[in-house]
Every structure is written in structure tokens, then in C-alpha cells.
């Protein structure tokens, strides 16, 4: 009889812990009710769910800045195409690496230009 009274507070114990462990607690308890980095940040922060930023503003990219993003998405995808190949051309994924390199740049440029353009209408 002692055995299955001992057995039985055990299978309590366990469930309790269980669903207190899967209620999570809210932010002051470790668990899953801390969120991923547990430090009480949902996963829905960081898409802009529960906790959107308020500063942040929607660019609109010009198309001539859209079609250099298509251009280095291209360049990348070929890049990565003659990388894959069994004897790759390096002379060839070298030029691809350069060309990306310099469409970054000039979107990064723009990127900033932009920026400060939007500190001066402030």
C-alpha cells in the first residue's frame, strides 16, 4: 500500500511540474513563457508583432535601386552556380564576387544617402 501512495504522489509531482513547466509563468519564471532569448521577448518582436518599433519608417526604393537588387541577387545566384560546379572557374566566380561587391556599394551608398536626406526634412 506504502508503495502505490509513493508512486501515486510521484505521478502528481510529475504532472504539477509539467504544467507548470508548460504554463511558463509569464516573465519572471524560467520556461517557455520566456521566449526564445529568454529574457521575456516573444518570437512575434523581432517580425513586429506584439512589439513593433515605432520609428521605423517604409522606404521606397526607386526602381533603378530594385533592379540593382535583382542584378546582385543574379550575380550571387551565378556565383554560387560556378562555385558548385565540380572544377569550378575561379577567374569567372572572382569577376562575380567583384561585380557583386560593387552593386552592394552603390545600394549601400544610396542607403545612406537617403538617410541623411531624411535627418535633413527632421
Same mark, same amino acid.
Given at each position: 500500500?506504502? *508503495? *502505490? &501512495?509513493?508512486?501515486?504522489?510521484?505521478?502528481?509531482? =510529475?504532472?504539477?511540474?509539467?504544467? &507548470?513547466?508548460?504554463?511558463?509563468?509569464? =516573465?519572471?519564471?524560467?520556461?517557455?513563457?520566456?521566449?526564445? /532569448?529568454?529574457?521575456?521577448?516573444?518570437?512575434?518582436?523581432?517580425?513586429?508583432?506584439?512589439?513593433?518599433?515605432?520609428?521605423?519608417?517604409?522606404? @521606397?526604393?526607386?526602381? %533603378?535601386?530594385?533592379?540593382?537588387? #535583382?542584378?546582385?541577387?543574379?550575380?550571387?545566384? @551565378?556565383?554560387?552556380?560556378?562555385? $558548385?560546379?565540380? %572544377?569550378? /572557374?575561379? @577567374?569567372?566566380?572572382?569577376?562575380? =564576387? #567583384?561585380?557583386?561587391?560593387?552593386?552592394? $556599394? %552603390?545600394? $549601400?551608398?544610396?542607403? =545612406? %544617402? $537617403?538617410?541623411? @536626406?531624411?535627418? #535633413? *526634412?527632421?
Amino acid at each position: 500500500m506504502k *508503495k *502505490k &501512495a509513493v508512486l501515486l504522489a510521484l505521478v502528481a509531482v =510529475f504532472a504539477l511540474g509539467s504544467l &507548470a513547466y508548460a504554463h511558463g509563468g509569464g =516573465f519572471d519564471a524560467f520556461g517557455p513563457g520566456m521566449g526564445p /532569448d529568454c529574457y521575456g521577448r516573444h518570437r512575434m518582436s523581432q517580425r513586429g508583432g506584439l512589439y513593433s518599433d515605432r520609428n521605423v519608417q517604409k522606404i @521606397e526604393y526607386p526602381q %533603378e535601386i530594385l533592379d540593382q537588387m #535583382k542584378e546582385l541577387r543574379r550575380t550571387h545566384l @551565378e556565383m554560387r552556380l560556378e562555385l $558548385s560546379q565540380d %572544377e569550378p /572557374d575561379v @577567374e569567372k566566380a572572382r569577376l562575380l =564576387f #567583384k561585380k557583386a561587391q560593387g552593386i552592394r $556599394s %552603390e545600394i $549601400s551608398n544610396w542607403r =545612406f %544617402e $537617403s538617410y541623411i @536626406e531624411s535627418l #535633413k *526634412k527632421q
